[in-house]
């Protein structure tokens, strides 16, 4: 299949379908981060949507519509809530037959083409994370867990808790929107 890894620098998705025998190339407007520059396409995906492909898996940028931002969204906000709720549909709404969109649980006024599909979390694919995540897909069978952890806990001097994973991971959106491997092996191997 030749397969379309939307907004991911990172390459851990394209790697996994790499890995299966596909041809797959992550798409960014960033350079890779993931070694492989060869199957890394630097831009903007829009233009490449139009083009063949048999599958799209896509990470657009959550910042503006995803719910736990919401909070702090101002008007002066409103023209970038717009234009992540419009790349968001322009991905789904691609002719491209098979489509997952990824993104975290969106806000009630996210103003997104249609609701998601499943949540699913990295502790059903052998990760110590909580980290809830919505698929939005199209032509694609849910996502099924892999490898279920227990989730460990840290409790800070404060009394707040936090999933241990979570609670490691660096507090930066970068560091935060890599894919867990376990995720992307399993999206290989189920929709591959």
Request: hydrophobic share 35%.
């Amino acid at each position: 299949m030749k397969i379309l890894i939307a907004c991911e620098e990172s390459q851990v998705v394209c790697k996994a379908f790499r890995a299966r025998g596909h041809e797959a190339y992550s798409c960014d407007v960033q350079e890779c981060s993931g070694g492989r520059p060869e199957w890394h396409i630097q831009g903007d995906v829009r233009l490449l949507l139009n083009e063949r492909w048999d599958m799209m898996i896509a990470h657009p940028p959550c910042t503006y519509i995803c719910r736990h931002r919401s909070r702090w969204n101002t008007e002066t906000d409103i023209p970038d809530i717009q234009k992540g709720q419009s790349f968001f549909n322009e991905l789904w709404l691609s002719n491209i037959p098979k489509i997952c969109v990824e993104n975290p649980v969106p806000s009630k006024v996210s103003g997104l083409y249609q609701s998601y599909t499943q949540i699913i979390q990295p502790w059903q694919f052998g990760h110590d994370y909580s980290k809830k995540t919505c698929l939005w897909l199209k032509n694609l069978t849910e996502l099924l867990p892999t490898k279920i952890v227990k989730i460990t806990y840290v409790t800070t001097k404060n009394g707040r808790r936090f999933t241990a994973g979570w609670y490691r991971t660096p507090r930066n959106s970068k560091a935060r929107s890599k894919t867990f491997p376990g995720i992307a092996e399993a999206m290989a191997d189920q929709w591959g």
